[in-house]
């Protein structure tokens, strides 16, 4: 019991326990939160990364799509003359390098 007080000793020994208890519970609750926050961090971590996997995903689709609309745009002589023109330039290099760095970055 606690030293002799004009309150009754039981309720400060209610009031000592319940203290220590607190005190107790302490690290626990503080790694739990510190667990919380990790899974939080995470979960956003994931969905951050599975929005970019979807936007390089629409952003090839779309490089796709105006090459494959380019292809069928050559139906004339003028067409033909400037894909010959354009072969000779370093625009498939261009595009290339630009898919494979798409595919690079997907495979994340």
């Known amino acids: 019991m606690a030293v002799p007080t004009a309150v009754n000793g039981q309720i400060t020994d209610s009031v000592t326990q319940s203290n220590v208890e607190v005190l107790?519970?302490?690290p626990a609750m503080g790694m739990s939160a510190?667990?919380?926050?990790?899974?939080h961090?995470?979960?956003l971590m994931f969905e951050n990364a599975v929005g970019n996997q979807q936007q390089l995903a629409i952003a090839g689709q779309a490089a796709t799509n105006q090459g494959v609309i380019q292809v069928y745009s050559f139906n004339t002589m003028a067409?033909?003359?400037?894909?010959?023109?354009i072969a000779q330039s370093d625009?498939?290099?261009t595009m290339m390098s630009m898919?494979?760095?798409?595919?690079?970055?997907?495979?994340f």
Not at 79 to 85: E, F, I, L, Q, R
Not at 99 to 107: D, E, F, I, R
């Open 79 to 85: 067409g033909a003359t400037a894909a010959s023109k």
């Open 34 to 39: 510190t667990y919380q926050s990790l899974g």
């Open 24 to 26: 107790g519970n302490a």
């Open 91 to 93: 625009t498939p290099d």
């Open 41 to 43: 961090s995470i979960g």
């Open 99 to 107: 898919m494979s760095a798409l595919k690079a970055t997907q495979s």
